[in-house]
């Protein structure tokens, strides 16, 4: 069965630096979606994707973050000068046109030092 | 107040054992779906529904629209079952399909 994939599994970052997460979402898909999940806390939705541009963000979306999906395959969230509080696992997710369920990868987990 | 409230918050029970877990909403929703998160962290979608009812395996999931409330069973439960199960809600109100989640349920199933 077809999959998202997400790299890397694990990602540890000084704080101030760049980072990028990267997500592979099913072929055919034409929704993509990051979320993210504080330790402990509930599943929050960052940004939704759709034909080369943004469709819907959320108050977490800030300028510190943003998306691409330079190639065709690959879906990207940078965020440029990442804080302490950036810290947790970042999902992505993909889904088909119409009432189709979104399809979630295995998450990223940014630990921020 | 949270849009999606999950019942109860933990629970623990004996392999075999009956399982509900509830989720009510306070919005309008397009669809409901019911999530499985494992101990590494990973996000499995079990079920996308918008009425009615939904089986797969000993899974079954139920939605009362009008309620505004959704219910995840599974049957004859295992230790394998054990997971923090997540309600996530598509309301009708945004313009993209973004899900709102609720806090989950960890479940534990005892040999």
């Known amino acids: 069965e077809p999959e998202v994939t997400q790299t890397p599994s694990h990602q540890v970052t000084q704080m101030g630096q760049e980072v990028i997460l990267r997500c592979v979402p099913i072929s055919n898909h034409l929704y993509f979606y990051w979320y993210r999940q504080i330790l402990g806390q509930k599943v929050e939705f960052l940004v939704s994707f759709y034909n080369n541009e943004i469709s819907e963000k959320s108050e977490i979306f800030d300028d510190q973050f943003s998306v691409e999906r330079p190639d065709g395959s690959n879906f990207t969230l940078k965020i440029r000068s990442t804080k302490l509080e950036d810290s947790a696992m970042y999902f992505c997710a993909s889904r088909d046109r119409g009432n189709q369920p979104q399809h979630f990868g295995d998450g990223t987990r940014l630990s921020i030092l | 107040k949270n849009e999606v409230e999950q019942s109860p918050q933990n629970l623990t029970a004996q392999e075999g054992e009956f399982i509900t877990i509830n989720c009510s909403y306070s919005v309008g929703i397009s669809a409901l779906h019911w999530l499985q998160q494992h101990p590494g962290g990973g996000i499995v979608s079990l079920f996308m529904l918008s009425s009615g009812k939904k089986k797969h395996g000993r899974l079954i999931a139920t939605i009362n629209i009008q309620e505004k409330h959704s219910s995840l069973h599974i049957t004859a439960s295992h230790p394998r079952d054990s997971a923090v199960y997540i309600c996530?809600?598509?309301?009708?109100?945004?313009?993209?399909?973004?899900?709102?989640f609720g806090e989950g349920t960890q479940l534990t199933v005892n040999p």
């Open positions: 996530a809600v598509r309301s009708e109100e945004t313009s993209g399909s973004r899900l709102t």
